[in-house]
């Protein structure tokens, strides 16, 4: 199919480690949003992006978290020196326009675990 | 503070009874949207409602957006094993209508 797709389905580290998540979205889908889901809460905004360029990043914990979308298309949520606290599911969606009103198609979600 | 609150956290039924779960806020929404998730898997879009008043049906499930615009009721009729899930409502603040804010969710457990 041509939906949203996240890599790795999962990933275990270790504390201090550097991890990587990367996300495809739907082709021609200019807005791409990261949300972290922990167990039991709805999902929690992180970023996002209209184009190449993040619209918002106000919801990025710490400046251990970054994301880029160099083309504007696949977009890489990079964590540095992981806690166990960041263990949780990254979701990555993505929407024709960036407007609240379109549909966001998410995918289904980056299991992180840090020991 | 959670912005978006929602009740119950947790509802088991029998299949066959009705039901309606609530999305509450103290703040102005442009829009509303319910989503549904299954595990393992992303929330996958339901409904999304604009205006003031509204009401949208899809088969069994009927929504609300509140006067106010500041809450929502999503209400099942008749509900199916099928309906079992975690329901989430998520907003778009009235000022920023481009980040969608999402509630706790509302585990459902319908029982055959």
């Known amino acids: 199919g041509a939906g949203v797709s996240q890599t790795p389905s999962n990933k275990v580290t270790e504390k201090g480690k550097y991890v990587e998540l990367r996300c495809d979205p739907i082709?021609?889908?200019?807005?791409l949003y990261w949300y972290r889901q922990s167990l039991g809460q709805g999902p929690e905004f992180l970023i996002y992006?209209?184009?190449?360029?993040?619209?918002?990043d106000s919801g990025l914990p710490n400046d251990r978290f970054f994301a880029v979308r160099p083309e504007g298309s696949v977009s890489t949520l990079k964590i540095q020196r992981t806690e166990r606290g960041d263990s949780a599911v990254y979701l990555c969606?993505?929407?024709?326009?960036?407007?609240?009103?379109?549909?966001?198609?998410f995918g289904p979600g980056t299991r992180l675990t840090v020991l | 503070t959670q912005l978006l609150e929602q009740s119950p956290q947790f509802l088991s039924i029998q299949e066959g009874e009705n039901l309606t779960v609530y999305c509450n806020s103290s703040?102005?929404?442009?829009?509303l949207q319910w989503y549904r998730q299954e595990p393992g898997e992303g929330p996958v879009l339901l409904v999304t409602?604009?205006?003031?008043?509204e009401v949208k049906k899809l088969k069994r499930l009927t929504f609300q957006f509140g006067d106010a615009r500041k809450d929502s009721s999503l209400h099942i009729t008749a509900a199916q094993p099928g309906d079992t899930g975690l329901y989430l409502c998520?907003?778009?603040?009235?000022?920023?209508?481009?980040?969608?804010?999402f509630g706790k969710g509302t585990r459902l457990h319908i029982l055959p």
């Open positions: 969606a993505s929407s024709p326009w960036g407007n609240s009103y379109n549909e966001q198609f």
């Open positions: 082709s021609g889908h200019t807005a």
């Open positions: 992006f209209q184009g190449t360029g993040a619209a918002d």
């Open positions: 703040s102005v929404f442009s829009s």
């Open positions: 409602v604009v205006t003031g008043g």
């Open positions: 998520a907003g778009a603040l009235a000022n920023r209508d481009d980040k969608i804010i």
